[in-house]
């Protein structure tokens, strides 16, 4: 079964950066599309950022020209970069990928555990 483990949060003064990593495990997969979400406290879970194996990237407008998603070439690591870093940013991100694996007939959807990015004023 496939597994997200994600890294990379912390505390940030405004204007700094931080990058997240997500990386899967498991054995025979594929990715079709890997999501980044956030949800600040007492807000609804927000969709940051999207990859797809095509490599079509979508974002949310608040983040538009400070976060970018990428990942590595192997394509089990994938990474949230986030620069200029605001306070509103202030949230749990979570990594959530579309995945197939062998004896499923559609694509189901697996959480990482999420990681706090505090960003202070």
């Known amino acids: 079964q496939v597994q997200l483990v994600e890294s990379g949060g912390g505390l940030v003064q405004a204007g700094g950066s931080l990058r997240l990593s997500c990386t899967a495990s498991g054995s025979r997969f594929r990715i079709y599309r890997m999501h980044w979400y956030r949800q600040a406290p007492e807000k609804q879970r927000e969709l940051v950022a999207t990859?797809?194996?095509?490599?079509?990237?979508t974002y949310a407008d608040s983040v538009k020209g400070r976060f970018t998603i990428s990942r590595d070439n192997a394509k089990t690591t994938w990474y949230l970069q986030m620069n200029n870093l605001k306070p509103e940013d202030t949230a749990v991100y979570y990594c959530k990928s579309d995945v197939w694996e062998p004896g499923l007939s559609d694509l189901q959807d697996v959480w990482g555990q999420g990681t706090q990015v505090t960003v202070s004023s």
């Open positions: 990859l797809t194996s095509g490599g079509s990237l």
